[in-house]
């Protein structure tokens, strides 16, 4: 185990913050982490460690911080090369943050966008978010993992998603395994990581957050 002095800036419900717990308990690094009050007020170290975007994740590594989540996953990558997260190969890798940016691009807004939604607006955001769902079960194919056979980058990017997927599929009136039965099942096999399992909260909660959000944003 690592005796690195490693701070994480959370919050429980972010699926961002997720993709750095995950990463950190794939590489057996211990880690402290602070969570924050994103709104009732963010910390002094969290603005001082991130003034650009005043967003978590930051990971701070001996006192160093490091923003953005799927920058920090390649960062610990780096630093900690075994277990690799990424593929040897340069175009391996390349494939891997194609699709990871994907990801960051499509796949939470998608998500959102349908809880966020109200009357017709809905149908329309759930098609779009079922779009985007097919295209990442077709780049799936026939794998366990998008890597391949190992869990890897691309699978710590994506899965802390699927926490929110339960939300939407309440407020879009429609299920992930019935439209997409071959992510749902990497879904489930992600689930059964115990990096993944202890990282992600149960979609109930996320479920009951989304709610909350929803009245305070004045959403009906």
């Known amino acids: ?23 950190l308990a794939e590489k057996g690094l211990n880690y402290e982490s602070k969570e924050e009050d994103l709104f009732g007020g963010k910390s002094e170290l969290l603005l001082k460690s991130n003034p650009v975007y005043q967003k978590v994740p930051v990971l701070l590594h001996n006192g160093k911080p490091l923003n953005e989540s799927a920058i920090i996953v390649g960062y610990i990558d780096e630093k900690w090369p075994s277990p690799p997260l990424l593929p040897a190969c340069a ?8 699709w990871a940016d994907y990801i960051d691009k499509k796949l939470f807004d998608a998500t ?13 955001a759930k098609k779009d978010f079922i779009e985007v769902l097919k295209v990442l079960e077709e780049a799936l194919g026939e794998k366990k993992f998008f890597g391949g056979k190992t869990f890897g980058f691309v699978d710590i990017v994506a899965i802390p998603m699927a926490s929110w ?9 429609f299920t992930v395994e019935a439209e997409c039965p071959k992510l749902s099942a990497w879904i489930k096999r992600s689930m059964q990581r115990e990096s993944v399992a202890k990282a992600l ?3 109930e909660k996320v479920y009951d957050f989304v709610v909350m959000f929803r009245k305070m944003q ?3």
Do not use: H
Not at 1 to 23: G, H, N, Q, T, Y
Not at 91 to 98: E, I, M, V
């Open 91 to 98: 175009y391996g890798r390349s494939q891997a943050r194609f």
């Open 201 to 203: 909260p149960d979609p």
């Open 112 to 124: 959102c966008t349908v809880w966020r939604s109200t009357g017709e607006a809905v149908e329309v």
């Open 218 to 220: 004045g959403i009906e």
């Open 165 to 173: 997927f339960y939300a939407s599929e309440k407020f879009g009136n």
């Open 1 to 23: 185990m690592s005796k690195e002095d490693l701070l994480l800036l959370d919050f429980w419900v972010s699926p961002f913050c997720m993709r750095v717990k995950i990463a």
